[in-house]
């Protein structure tokens, strides 16, 4: 069975024009949002190490319980800037 929708007091020229208001105000949200978007760089083990004053086995522990997000590219262990720092802020590390 088909579900109809039913308007009433409202043209199909209104109705249009609502429409298009919202979809008009969705892209600007997203257009800001992508332009919010920190810039980052990815990191060695040992800047993330130095930068959070910890051994690289320590590291090491931290990435393989996923307190810290680490990449595998191509034979290097890498980590984004972006997420080193949000992972310092929500979390604190224990030695």
């Known amino acids: 069975m088909e579900q109809l929708i039913i308007l009433q ?4 020229e209104q109705l249009l024009t609502r429409i298009e208001a919202v979809i008009e105000k969705k892209i600007t949200e997203k257009i800001q949002e992508a332009q919010t978007v920190k810039p980052f760089r990815y990191m060695t083990r040992k800047e993330v190490a130095d930068y959070l004053h910890v051994s690289l ?5 931290w990435a393989k319980m996923e307190r810290i997000k ?16 949000e992972s310092v802020k929500i979390r604190r590390f224990r030695r």
């Not at 086995?57 to 522990?61: A, D, I, R, Y």
Request: proline share 4%.
């Open 9 to 12: 007091g409202i043209t199909v």
């Open 57 to 61: 086995p320590t590291l090491h522990e």
């Open 70 to 85: 680490s990449y595998r590219i191509g034979s290097r262990i890498l980590f984004r800037s972006d997420e080193v720092e």
